[in-house]
């Protein structure tokens, strides 16, 4: 009768080295993933060509660090940006020559670091009468102080910034909080994200390759063997084609500068009502967006009228020529 160990074991005899110690030892353990588990000629292939499955490995394992990586990750908490630019503010006010204002982007956002985790509800002083009128500044005049005060914080929220019920603190650029993670997704680890997005789906599209391989070459072999394959093949391809869509629309959202949230709660948001469904108000072209996404972190304020009857200006020859759209 066959037994795991002989599905494993390769038909050629195993010579007297170390890795094939290793297979010995442990045939079907000594490699990640069902196809070691059936695929004799996969480990026919690994001791010819080691790169292969090096690469494959690799890739899995940079997979899974990105994961944990991004499951701990700080999304930019508005308490951690506050207590920062409040510890500033105290040294610039002790420094007469230098300027008492955070530092200006390129695209005129207020620009921040962020360390460490969020350590109280409040922050009292004149420093916190500072951030108020910080955030003041980058809404609309009109606007009053409880538009933007965070009911279970009792913290001024910048622009884009939202409450996660889940982990109970303010984002800054809010996404979503990604339940497969735990943790939410926010302005500090929304780029870590995609890239966690982009590697688990190069590594389902390698897997799904290797399944398709296998059943070419085996499918009239061991029928439950097939069966199985077939079932974890169709299985990956629903994860597949979540894991693209995820990936297509989250790279929509850099391109337009937008997040989860703006996108599906539009109509809840203040001061995104009266602008019109195809204006992505924050955009600032698609090279700025994707430089912003990766490099830059800051304070955004809400656009002028102006500027948002400028984005909903249809594209020209002109436009694309003087690269209005980048």
């Not at 890739?59 to 930019?76: D, K």
């Not at 939202?162 to 990604?178: A, E, G, N, T």
């Not at 063997?225 to 990956?236: N, Y």
């Not at 020209?316 to 980048?326: N, P, S």
Request: net charge neutral; glycine share 4%.
């Amino acid at each position: 009768m066959m037994t795991i160990v002989d599905i494993c074991r390769p038909s050629t005899p195993f010579p007297n080295q170390p890795m094939d110690l290793c297979f010995r030892i442990s045939p079907c353990l000594a490699d990640p993933g069902v196809l070691f588990l059936f695929d004799g000629d996969l480990i026919e292939k690994t001791k010819k060509e080691p790169w292969y499955t090096a690469l494959y490995l690799l890739l899995f394992v940079v997979t899974l660090v990105q994961y944990f990586a991004t499951s701990v990750s700080n999304p930019g908490y508005v308490l951690d940006a506050m207590m920062e630019i409040n510890k500033k503010n105290v040294v610039h006010t002790k420094t007469p020559e230098t300027s008492n204002q955070p530092a200006l982007g390129n695209n005129g956002s207020f620009v921040i670091s962020m360390e460490g985790n969020q350590t109280g509800k409040c922050v009292a002083g004149s420093n916190a009468t500072y951030w108020s009128k910080l955030v003041a500044e980058l809404y609309p005049p009109a606007s009053t102080i409880r538009t933007w005060t965070c009911t279970y914080c009792n913290v001024e929220q910048p622009p884009r910034a939202k409450h996660c019920h889940d982990c109970d603190k303010c984002v800054l650029q809010f996404d979503h909080h990604c339940v497969w993670l735990g943790n939410c997704i926010g302005q500090r680890n929304h780029c870590q994200f995609w890239w966690y997005l982009c590697e688990e789906t190069a590594v389902c599209i390698w897997t799904g390759f290797m399944y398709i391989s296998h059943l070419k070459a085996h499918i009239t072999s061991v029928w439950w063997q097939d069966a199985i394959m077939i079932l974890l093949l169709i299985t990956l391809s629903i994860c597949l084609i979540f894991l693209l869509l995820l990936l297509i629309f989250h790279s929509y959202l850099i391109l337009t500068n937008q997040t989860t949230y703006e996108l599906v709660r539009r109509r809840r948001i203040p001061y995104l009502r009266a602008v019109p469904e195809r204006v992505h108000p924050f955009s600032k072209g698609v090279c700025r967006n994707i430089y912003n996404f990766c490099c830059s972190f800051g304070l955004e304020r809400i656009p002028t009228p102006q500027e948002i009857e400028e984005n909903s200006r249809p594209y020209t020859c002109l436009d694309v020529a003087t690269c209005r759209c980048c």
